[in-house]
C-alpha cells in the first residue's frame, strides 16, 4: 500500500509551509506530495495568506524536491485551456526529472470561479472528456508531427504538440463518485483512478464500476492504479487523537467513520479494509500543515506496517 500526503493549501498556506510539508514527506519516505487546485478557502477558516496556484507550486517543488512524485487532486478543467496544461505539466515534468502526475477533473466550486473571473460553463464533462483527448493526445504525438482536434469545446489545428514530459507519459488521474460517465472516462484515459472520501463499501461499489468499464472498453481493468483519498488524524492515544481532531475543526467519531482516524493500529487496520476492496494507494489528506509531528507518527507507526 502506497501512502501519499494531500494537502489543501487553498485554507490557508504559503509556499514556504507547503516547501516545508514536502521536504517532511520526502525525508519520512512517503511515496508522493499533492495538492488541490483551489483559489477560495471552504469553511469557517479564513484562508490566509490567500491562495497559490497548484502547478506554480508544483514547479517550485519539483526543483527543491527529488524523490518524491508531485501532483495534483484534482485540477479544474475549467481554470486552463487543454493545449496550456499540456504545455504547463510537461514543463514541470521536465523540471523534476520526471516525477509529476496530473489528476484532472471537470472543476466544480463555482463561488471560486466567480471570485476571480473564471467562466464556469454549464456543460463540464463533456469538456472533461475533450480536455482528456487533447492533453494526452499532445504528449502522444511523434516530435516533428503535428496534432490537429476538432471538438466541440476546443479547436486546434496544426500543433507541434511540444514540450514532451520527462517521463514519456504522465501519469493520469481521473476520480469520482459518478456512477456511468466517470467509470467511462477512467476506463478510457486513466492509469488511475481515485475514489474520494467514500466509504469501504463505496470504494468498493465504485471500483467494480471502472473494472466492469475498463473490460468493456476492451482494456484490463488491472492496468488501473485504485485509490483512496481520506482524511486522517492518527495520535498515539485517544487523547492525541482528539487533540489533532480538535485542530482541524472535526469530530473524532465523524472522522472514524469518514476518513482515517484514531491510534496507529486503528489506522493500520482501516486501511487494511480498503485494501481488501482493492485499494492499492491512500492519498493522506493532512489539513493542519504545521503539525510535522503527526506526519512523523504516520511514517513511522502506521507506513512502516504496511510495507
Known amino acids: 500500500m ?3 500526503i494531500f494537502t489543501e493549501p487553498q485554507q490557508g498556506a504559503t509556499y514556504d509551509t507547503l516547501l516545508t510539508v514536502a521536504k517532511a ?10 495538492r488541490s487546485d483551489h483559489y477560495m478557502k471552504m469553511g469557517d477558516v479564513d484562508g490566509l495568506p490567500g491562495p497559490t496556484d497548484a502547478w506554480i507550486t508544483l514547479a517550485g517543488l519539483a526543483r527543491e524536491t527529488k524523490r518524491i512524485r508531485l501532483g495534483t487532486l484534482m485540477t479544474a478543467g475549467t481554470f486552463r485551456l487543454p493545449g496550456v496544461l499540456a504545455i504547463q505539466v510537461a514543463q514541470v515534468d521536465q523540471m523534476s526529472g520526471g516525477r509529476i502526475e496530473l489528476g484532472l477533473g471537470a472543476g466544480w466550486f463555482e463561488e471560486e470561479h466567480a471570485a476571480y473571473g473564471i467562466p464556469f460553463p454549464k456543460e463540464k464533462f463533456g469538456r472533461l472528456e475533450e480536455q482528456l483527448e487533447i492533453v494526452t493526445g499532445l504528449w502522444a504525438t511523434e516530435v516533428g508531427r503535428t496534432y490537429d482536434f ?6 486546434l489545428t496544426d500543433s507541434p504538440a511540444l514540450p514532451k514530459p520527462a517521463q514519456g507519459k504522465v501519469p493520469v488521474l481521473i476520480g469520482g463518485h459518478g456512477a456511468s460517465r466517470t467509470p467511462r472516462l477512467a476506463a478510457r484515459y486513466a492509469d488511475e483512478f481515485n475514489m474520494p472520501f467514500g466509504t469501504i ?12 468499464a475498463a473490460e468493456a472498453a476492451g482494456r484490463g481493468a488491472d492496468e488501473i492504479t485504485y485509490s483512496n483519498a481520506l482524511v486522517v488524524c492518527v495520535g498515539k492515544d485517544d487523547q492525541e487523537v482528539a487533540r489533532r481532531a480538535a485542530a482541524i475543526g472535526r469530530e473524532v467519531e465523524e472522522l472514524k467513520t469518514n476518513g482515517l482516524a484514531g491510534t496507529p493500529s486503528e489506522v493500520v487496520d482501516k486501511i487494511g479494509r480498503y485494501a481488501g476492496v482493492g485499494s492499492e494507494r491512500i492519498y493522506l489528506q493532512i489539513l493542519d500543515l504545521s503539525d510535522l509531528d503527526h506526519l512523523e507518527l504516520i511514517s513511522s507507526q502506521v ?5
Request: aromatic share 16%; net charge negative.
Open 2 to 4: 502506497d501512502l501519499r
Open 150 to 155: 476538432h471538438g466541440t469545446y476546443y479547436d
Open 303 to 307: 507506513q512502516s506496517q504496511l510495507s
Open 201 to 212: 463499501e463505496e470504494a468498493e461499489r465504485q471500483f467494480g464500476r471502472v473494472r466492469d
Open 25 to 34: 514527506t520526502e525525508d519520512l519516505g512517503f511515496d508522493a506530495f499533492f
